[in-house]
Each structure stands twice: as structure tokens, then as C-alpha cells.
């Protein structure tokens, strides 16, 4: 997490994992502009383990959005190597069931899984890298690094850190039905579709707008909303205040 402004979604966030009985550690990756004993508190509370990393900028031409900027600071799950897999997870999500299974859905020969994107109403074949699964390894995350600064000209740059993955995982990625990662653009551009699997959704993404930062009319929100009210009451009943 690498703005204040998302704090309250971060708590909503670890309350959901573990409201469905998530068996993994519930890692935070905070930067310098979050680490500060007030955020802490409050993160930890909700469930998670923070852990200080720095900012990777974003190489090459800075992205002309303030927050994409710093979104190849991602790249710090695959130092997590105390964690065999790690299933990565944008603040702006929301669990909604138990994916226990994403832990052991890696084949030996794959290293990388996420679920395709949405443009507008078009699926495309490239992945959106707010949800995605990884084997965590030191070598590999040099190798990302190095990549990603050497060879630019390869990847979308104004996708930042989606777009570098999109080239650098290319055809091996094991692709994930949109259960795991319910981008909200399903629901505006393509609501038929969003309402054929909406009942075995398992993380909802609000990618077109952001939780706790304004109202919403969107029908997906009332998740949150209802999520939010939960861990408030969780909250005031532990340390009588919000």
C-alpha cells in the first residue's frame, strides 16, 4: 500500500479474508509514505502483517496518472520466499468466498496465473494484474527488474507494471476464470455476462471506482458497503471505536 487514501479499503480488505477463512498469512507491502504507527495499528487489526519495502518507479517515461506510477513496487511479492506461493491482491479488491485453492492451482511448470482483462465491453487476451498468483523467488524478482528496465521498448508502458507482465509472462500464464478477479467493467459494459457467474464470485475488483473514496450507484458495491458496516461492528465491539 503506498497512499493513505486507501487505508479503509486495505481494512475492509483483510476483514473479508478473514471473515472467509483465508489459510495463508495476510501480508501488507506498506511504503515509507504509509509506515507510520497509526496506519500500522490499524492494518494490523485488520489482519495483516505489514512489511516495509521501498518504491520501484516505474521505468522509463513516468505514467501521467500520480498512482500507476509506483505500480511496479508489485514486484516485491516475489521476495516474499518464506511463502512457497503467493496470491496477490490490489486494495481496491474485495473477497467475497474462500480460494483456498488458488495456493495449489500453480502446475510445477507455471509460475505466473491471473484472469484475463476487459477494455470497455472487448475481453482481451492480456491479463489484468489486480489479482494474480506467484511462486515467490529472489532470482526470478531480479530477473523482472532487470527486465523491465532493459527491455521497455517490449512492453505497453502506459499499462505500467500490467502491461510489462503481459510481455514477460506472455503464453505462460495459466489464465483464471473471472470468479477471481470480477473487474467491475464486466458489470457496467457487460452485465449479462456479470450476471451469469455472479453468484460464484469470489473477488470482486473495483477498477472504475474506488470504495470509501466516494458514493456509488453501482449494484457490486453493495458488497462493500455491507462489508464495511461488518467490520466496523467487528471494530467497535473490540476497542469501542471506528
Request: some cysteine; glycine content about 2%.
Amino acid at each position: 500500500m503506498n497512499t493513505r487514501n486507501y487505508i479503509r479499503m486495505a481494512e475492509v480488505l483483510g476483514y473479508s479474508l478473514m471473515k472467509h477463512n483465508i489459510n495463508a498469512r495476510r501480508i501488507m507491502m506498506v511504503t515509507k509514505e504509509t509506515n507510520t504507527v497509526g496506519i500500522i495499528d490499524r492494518l494490523e487489526f485488520a489482519g495483516w502483517t505489514t512489511k516495509l519495502v521501498h518504491v520501484i518507479p516505474q521505468p522509463g517515461k513516468p505514467s501521467p496518472t500520480m498512482r500507476f506510477r509506483q505500480m511496479f513496487t508489485k514486484l516485491h511479492i516475489w521476495e516474499l520466499t518464506e511463502c512457497d506461493v503467493a496470491v496477490f491482491l490490489d486494495v481496491d479488491t474485495l473477497v467475497l468466498k474462500n480460494f483456498n485453492e488458488l495456493f495449489t492451482i500453480l502446475p510445477n511448470e507455471l509460475q505466473f496465473a491471473a484472469t484475463p482483462d476487459i477494455f470497455y465491453d472487448n475481453y482481451v487476451f492480456n491479463i489484468n494484474a489486480g489479482v494474480f498468483v506467484c511462486k515467490p523467488n529472489v532470482e526470478l524478482f531480479q530477473t523482472l527488474l532487470d527486465d523491465s528496465i532493459k527491455n521497455q521498448d517490449k512492453y505497453d508502458q502506459n499499462m505500467v507494471e500490467q502491461g510489462f507482465f503481459n510481455y514477460y509472462f506472455k503464453l505462460s500464464t495459466l489464465r483464471l476464470p473471472f470468479i477471481y478477479n470480477a473487474n467491475l467493467a464486466i458489470w457496467k459494459f457487460n452485465n449479462l455476462d456479470w450476471k451469469a457467474f455472479e453468484d460464484q464470485i469470489k473477488i470482486i475488483h473495483y477498477t472504475l471506482e474506488k470504495p470509501s473514496l466516494q458514493e456509488s450507484v453501482m449494484e457490486p458495491f453493495s458488497h462493500w458497503n455491507r462489508t464495511e458496516a461488518e467490520f466496523l461492528a467487528y471494530k467497535n465491539k473490540r476497542t469501542g471505536s471506528l
